[in-house]
């Protein structure tokens, strides 16, 4: 079965550190993979999809189907990035459902 | 603005009790699904839906049953609420194929099982 895995619970930084949020898929065709977070007290909302290669508020994230990664990065980590974020792969042949990684909470510290 | 309504925001409920959580969408989207929301599991699917009156198990469906009559409105139902069903429930919706937004997600039912 498909997974994707997040293998850090929390990351803690100082604001104006660099920030890498990793994840790994397992399937080996070509994925469909995003980015999703959830501020607090708020829903889950979509960041980014590796389709658009777009940066979303200074977010980017790169697909390596050699490593199966798709790791989620910023260069200067603000406070107001202090979410919990997952990472999600969708699945065609089973109704275009997404499925999720563990989430990694992010701390971005004063 | 709203486009995903999930009826509760919390809900406590009694071991046995037979529950039903309501999931609304506005946008006329086929899809939709409901997963639940745990520290430490991320999101896990039980149910999802691609049509009206169409139903599909996800990776955990023990438990739990849905319904689908009219396109915009997807229950699940709790046949028996049991303690480890204590949980986030999160609603989304989608279109089929390559959506370039991916899902639309409601703010979630926090449901409490004493």
């Known amino acids: 079965a498909q997974r994707v895995t997040q293998p850090e619970k929390l990351l803690s930084v100082f604001k104006g550190a660099p920030v890498e949020l990793k994840c790994n898929y397992s399937?080996?065709?070509?994925?469909?993979l995003f980015w999703y977070v959830q501020y607090s007290r708020q829903r889950l909302q979509l960041l980014l999809r590796?389709?658009s290669r777009e940066s979303i508020k200074g977010f980017t994230a790169d697909l390596n189907k050699g490593e199966t990664s798709f790791h989620l990065k910023k260069p200067f980590a603000q406070e107001e990035d202090s979410a919990m974020y997952y990472c999600a792969q969708r699945i065609y042949n089973q109704g275009g459902k997404l499925i999720f990684g563990q989430g990694t909470e992010l701390s971005v510290k004063p | 603005d709203v486009k995903v309504t999930q009826s509760s925001r919390y809900l406590v409920k009694r071991t046995g009790e037979k529950v039903f959580l309501e999931c609304v969408q506005d946008?006329?989207?086929?899809?939709m699904f409901w997963y639940r929301q745990d520290p430490g599991l991320g999101l896990r699917l039980i149910y999802f839906?691609?049509?009206?009156?169409?139903?599909e198990k996800g990776d955990i469906p023990e438990g739990y049953s849905v319904s689908r009559e009219k396109k915009e409105r997807f229950s699940l139902i709790l046949e028996s609420a049991s303690t480890n069903q204590t949980s986030m429930y999160l609603c989304?919706?989608?279109?089929?194929?390559?959506?370039?937004?991916?899902?639309?997600f409601g703010s979630g039912t926090r449901l409490t099982v004493v």
């Open positions: 989304a919706s989608s279109t089929p194929g390559q959506g370039p937004y991916g899902y639309t």
């Open positions: 399937y080996s065709g070509s994925p469909e």
């Open positions: 590796h389709i």
């Open positions: 946008m006329d989207h086929e899809n």
């Open positions: 839906s691609y049509d009206v009156k169409m139903k």
